[in-house]
Structures are given as C-alpha cells and as structure tokens.
C-alpha cells in the first residue's frame, strides 16, 4: 500500500469514531478536498506533493472527532502518533507534517512553505465550499494570492 493510502486508511477508521453520518461525510470531504488543493500546491511550489497531501489529510482530523478549539496544536500530536505508528516515515518528513498541522489555523502569519501550502488550501476549500458566504479578511488576502498563483498566466 502507498504511504497516502496508509494515512487515509487510519485517518478514516478514526472518523468512524463520528456517529452522525452526515457529520462524517463533511469530514471526509473536507479533508479529500483539502489534501488534493495541498498536492496541487505544493506541485506547483516545487514541494512535496505526497507530504503535503497527507498533511491535508490530517490537519482537522482533531476538530472533526474531538473539538475546534486549539484543534491545531492537539491535532499536530495526533497527527504525529498516527505517523510514527506507520513505520513508513523519516524523521524530517514527519517533521515537516506535524510542523504544518500545527501552524494551520494561524493564517495571519508565514510559516515555512509547506505550512503555507496547508493554509492555502484550507482557505481555497472553505471558499469553494460556501462561495457565496463573504470571506474573512486573513482569508480574502490568501484567496487573491492564490487567484493570482493559479489562474494569471506565467
Ligand atoms: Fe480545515
């Protein structure tokens, strides 16, 4: 099995944890679509594309299952134990994961650029999932960032 399956694989199991199917699926749909933006991103940033999908995988699995609040920082050693209980990972890739995880909810702030990958793709599938709602300011600057990043030509 790839290492992207091996992180779903467990990431899923846990959200079976949610009893409300309706609840479940909005997990599984945010964080697929989060993952997939972050792979696209960090193609096009030159990054890892693969850590970077699995950061997208992990970054709200907390929130989803236990709570909101300082679901970045509890999420970051979540995401580590799941990680380090795979056996498939260096140390510096597990570093790199976790370090996004936990910088993810701080969007008015830079952190290294697979962090910010994470951010983007959070802000970019909050949009597209409510586009009429009228974005927050820290997330309107990233969202016209990111306009310009993906769609003006090179
Ligand atoms: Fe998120």
Do not use: C, W
Request: proline share 3%; no cysteine; net charge negative.
């Amino acid at each position: 099995m790839d290492r992207i399956h091996a992180v779903e694989n467990m990431a899923f199991t846990i959200l079976d944890e949610i009893g409300d199917d309706v609840e479940k699926m909005e997990a599984v749909a945010h964080l697929t679509a989060v993952a997939k933006f972050s792979y696209l991103l960090a193609s096009r940033r030159n990054l890892n594309p693969e850590l970077a999908y699995i950061a997208g995988i992990l970054h709200d699995l907390y929130a989803f299952t236990h709570e909101r609040k300082d679901h970045a920082l509890h999420g970051s050693v979540l995401a580590s134990g799941i990680l380090r209980s795979l056996n498939i990972f260096k140390e510096d890739e597990m570093d790199a994961v976790i370090s996004s995880v936990r910088h993810h909810s701080d969007k008015k702030r830079i952190h290294d650029p697979l962090a910010e990958v994470l951010k983007d793709a959070d802000v970019l599938d909050h949009y597209l999932s409510e586009p009429l709602l009228q974005p927050s300011v820290k997330e309107h600057v990233r969202l016209r960032k990111l306009q310009k990043e993906l769609f003006s030509p090179d």
